[in-house]
């Protein structure tokens, strides 16, 4: 009897002493948020910028997901994981994220779902045409897998489906479930931002012009202010200066970063100088050259050559760390273009062939600039070395593949060439640069150099010797962000269209996340480098194991479950027996 009290206030003080320490861990908790993510490579944890950027949401972000109906597995997967990373987002916006998927292919009138498609397509939403497999047979179904994100009156699409060339659609799944908190948090980025930063195209020494650069612009000032400024040797044209009370000079760049696009004749020593201060004044530039000079303009005759294009900016890459080649790359994976393969007189045959002067570039690196992008098209690109340069880190973006050659300028091209079989065994000069990210304090190329007196002497220079952290992209080949013309109609096609496969490859993403890398001072773009491993079942093993897996996952757990019950009452007996 005195033993079965004892036992009885035992009980009694553990019971107490358990809802004592339930009830305490929830006031804690009350006070002190904090979420637990166990998987290895922490999925569900956002990164410190998402989470700065949601603490800091104003008003409510209003988030509609056309992801909504009956799909394969892999779709239901990324529906799931959006749901989770908007639930996620909520929690460290202070409620300020509501959200509600969409089914836009419920409505079974025809005429209503295709004035729904089409205005969905009109806000940017691109459609996928789904191929479900049924009983009775297969099925096509037109989904938007994407979103529109609203806030205070403005609204943006946000793609969720992040589609790669040469990409099995598991791994593409995966791919879009990485970039699913980085698409949400620039989305919100670029609808919280109160004033657009700045940025410039140069004029004056024959870069692209407006049409041929149009897709870009009209793309670029959904988040940006864009100019177009001619240097004209004029130190004010990229920055403004004022006097200071103590006779020093105040200087600030009117641009966060500047765009040089496909210039074809030489810079004057003053208007590199003006550059040069940009830079040193922390302004962030985006170089886009051809070091020898052609394109398939030129080869309307069937042959051109392909000459050194002297634009008098080695030295000044040189000093900032790098060099690009006067040299032109071959690659087997590249584009096609048409061919008449007519005899002379004969109506026209046009055909499809590989040109290897047109290199598609797949990004390797795993930086967020590159990180998952589609392939790129380059039209003859030269290659790009890296040079030493004190306190400037250099990231390779961007390389041909494995098999790519250079051949050096002059280069004699001719559309005659694609009927040569290539041989694959002078291939073997792999990976050569052709984009490259610099990032660090620049020293000045006219660091102990002189310039006309008048130049020197002007009190507004200012003259700096190294710059403030700052970074820029060298990418070589201007073309790469020219889009095609059709100039009797002038219509403007996307960049990246290529009009001999009508495909559109990944150089608008490419490049817009270049800029977006050189402007953005919150870091937000890093969160494109973060990965998700993907775990796929054997499915050699799913068809000879299939039972074996049923009994490990069903029958064990319960044989597990019944062991442990039996041990118990077998100790307990054992002790209360006594």
């Keep these: 009897m005195v033993v079965k009290r004892k036992n009885k206030r035992r009980d009694t003080i553990q019971l107490m002493l358990v809802i004592v320490i339930i009830l305490f861990i929830n006031i804690i908790s009350s006070y002190v948020f904090h979420r637990f993510d166990l998987t290895s490579e922490k999925r569900y944890t956002l990164s410190k910028n998402t989470k700065d950027l949601l603490n800091n949401i104003k008003d409510v972000v209003y988030v509609k997901v056309y992801l909504e109906g009956e799909f394969p597995s892999g779709f239901k997967r990324l529906r799931d994981e959006t749901k989770i990373m908007l639930d996620e987002c909520r929690l460290y916006s202070n409620s300020n994220i509501e959200y509600e998927f969409i089914n836009p292919s419920e409505n079974p009138d025809k005429k209503q779902r295709d004035e729904v498609y089409r205005q969905l397509y009109q806000k940017g939403l691109k459609p996928t045409n789904l191929e479900v497999k049924e009983e009775t047979g297969k099925t096509e179904q037109i989904i938007f897998p994407g979103a529109l994100v609203s806030y205070r ?323 070589s080949d201007g073309d790469v962000i020219k889009n095609v013309v059709q100039y009797s109609t002038r219509k403007v096609f996307p960049l990246g269209y290529d009009v001999a496969t009508q495909r559109t490859f990944g150089n608008k993403n490419f490049l817009l996340n270049c800029i977006d890398y050189l402007c953005d001072d919150t870091g937000i773009l890093s969160v494109r480098s973060r990965e998700v491993k993907l775990r796929l079942l054997d499915k050699k093993k799913i068809k000879t194991q299939k039972l074996k897996w049923q ?5 064990m757990p319960l044989a597990v479950l019944a062991l442990v019950a039996m041990t118990l009452f077998y100790l307990r007996r054992k002790r209360f027996a006594k």
């Design 551 to 555: 009994v490990v996952n069903t029958v």
């Design 153 to 475: 009156g403005k609204e943006m699409p946000w793609e969720l489906l992040q589609t790669q060339a040469g990409v099995g659609p598991d791994e593409v799944l995966n791919n879009s479930v990485q970039a699913l908190e980085f698409g949400l948090a620039s989305t919100i980025k670029n609808l919280g931002q109160e004033g657009k930063p700045s940025i410039a195209f140069l004029e004056g020494h024959h870069e692209l012009d407006t049409i041929r650069t149009a897709d870009i612009i009209r793309t670029l000032r959904s988040n940006y202010t864009v100019d177009r400024v001619a240097l004209n040797e004029d130190i004010a044209s990229l920055s403004e200066r004022d006097s200071l009370p103590s006779g020093k000079i105040k200087v600030a760049n009117k641009y966060k970063a500047i765009i040089i696009a496909k210039p074809d004749s030489a810079f004057s020593e003053k208007d590199k100088f003006v550059i040069d201060q940009f830079i040193m004044n922390g302004g962030r530039v985006l170089w886009l050259l051809d070091m020898v000079y052609t394109d398939l303009d030129s080869l309307a005759t069937g042959y051109s050559v392909g000459l050194s294009n002297t634009m008098n900016l080695d030295d000044q890459l040189f000093k900032y760390g790098v060099r690009i080649n006067t040299n032109l790359v071959q690659d087997l994976q590249s584009s096609f273009i048409m061919v008449n393969k007519a005899l002379y007189g004969n109506q026209p045959r046009w055909e499809l062939e590989p040109w290897i002067f047109n290199p598609l570039i797949m990004p390797q690196s795993k930086h967020p600039i590159v990180n998952n992008l589609d392939l790129i098209k380059f039209e003859f690109v030269s290659s790009i070395d890296t040079v030493s340069a004190k306190g400037i880190n250099k990231t390779i973006l961007l390389t041909s593949s494995k098999y790519s050659k250079t051949v050096n300028a002059p280069v004699r091209v001719a559309l005659g060439m694609v009927n040569i079989k290539p041989d694959e065994r002078q291939f073997r000069d792999s990976f050569k640069p052709v984009a490259v990210l610099l990032e660090g304090e620049f020293q000045s190329l006219y660091k102990n150099r002189g310039l006309a007196k008048d130049f020197i002497e002007n009190k507004f220079i200012a003259f700096k010797e190294k710059s403030t952290s700052t970074s820029m992209i060298v990418i």
